[in-house]
């Protein structure tokens, strides 16, 4: 077979990693000009697992159901965990840029919008919304290429996915290189009754015990779950609709709950309009029908092979 074979095995996807993986090395190694990262042998120790994943990635495709669920998803199902490393790598960078964005945020709204909006219009049914959408971050991320999987639209959940950590690792390698920390932890905490609702303290609990620092422009909350939802909107119209709700009040809620500048929200929305239409413009095999899809999903046959 050789190595050509087995280079057209890897997706775009694999490709992607890869590339953040390299650039994500290359920011430890850079952190030694200082007094580099403590625990830094674990950071690379991690990146050299995820490089051995993505050369496994192909393998695994042809290993069964499990193996191909497992060859696609790795990337998700290590979201977690690549967002944290995050928060030890711009730490260590021992700046940040907020002055920067919060001048861009006069310059652009006039005012420090996620300072003022949740003390200036403290409302709790408001609050309790718009933190219940923050919430679904993660369910929107997984729910639109988790629910094309499981109708059986594979290709379409495989681009959703690409679409997705794409998106995050643009948003990512910004990070590394522009730390923001954001109005969280920049500005004081708000102490009204729009903070008091139970959404609202549980986000902030989240947030105390998984946040990165420098993680803050452009949101990656918002590009992704807008990405999310785009994708699922043209793949599968009623779980797009589903979705569009909980993304729009996410959109607001990392404004209104101080998580993000207002200029980080809007940066996000730029990341997520740019993605969706490389990704409406690239040439990729559109996926079959949904109903088509069901139906072979019915019968156990992965879509694109033969009955």
Known sequence: MGLKPLWRDYTAIDIATAAYIAVATGAVLLS??????????????????????????????NAGRVGRFLGDWYPMLLLP???????????????????????????????????????????????????????????????????????GRRDAARHTIFAVM????????????????????????????????????????????????????????????????????????TLGLVLMPFTAGLILAVVYGQFHYAVDALAGLIAAAAMLGIMQTAEAAEPEPIGRAVARADYGVEPGSSL
């Open 166 to 237: 794409a998106t995050f690792y643009l948003c990512y390698v910004v990070f590394l290189f522009f730390p923001v920390a954001g109005p969280r932890y920049v500005f004081e905490s708000a102490h009204n009754i729009a903070t008091e609702v139970g959404p609202a303290r549980f986000a902030a609990w989240l947030l105390d015990h998984g946040d990165s620092w420098g993680a803050a422009f452009p949101s990656s909350h918002v590009a992704a779950s807008v990405v999310a939802t785009g994708m699922a909107l043209r793949y599968w119209r």
């Open 32 to 61: 030694f000009r200082g007094e580099g990262i403590p625990g830094w042998p674990w950071l690379l120790s991690a990146h050299a697992l995820v490089a051995a994943l993505v050369f496994i990635a192909p393998r695994a495709r």
């Open 81 to 151: 965990a690549l967002y944290g490393e995050i928060g030890i790598l711009t730490l260590s960078a021992g700046f940040q840029n907020d002055l920067l964005i919060q001048r861009l945020e006069n310059w652009v709204f006039g005012s420090q919008i996620s300072y003022r909006w949740i003390r200036e219009s403290p409302n709790a049914v408001l609050s309790w919304l718009l933190h219940a959408c923050y919430l679904a971050y993660y369910p929107i991320l997984y729910a639109s290429p988790l629910g094309l999987w499981l109708v």
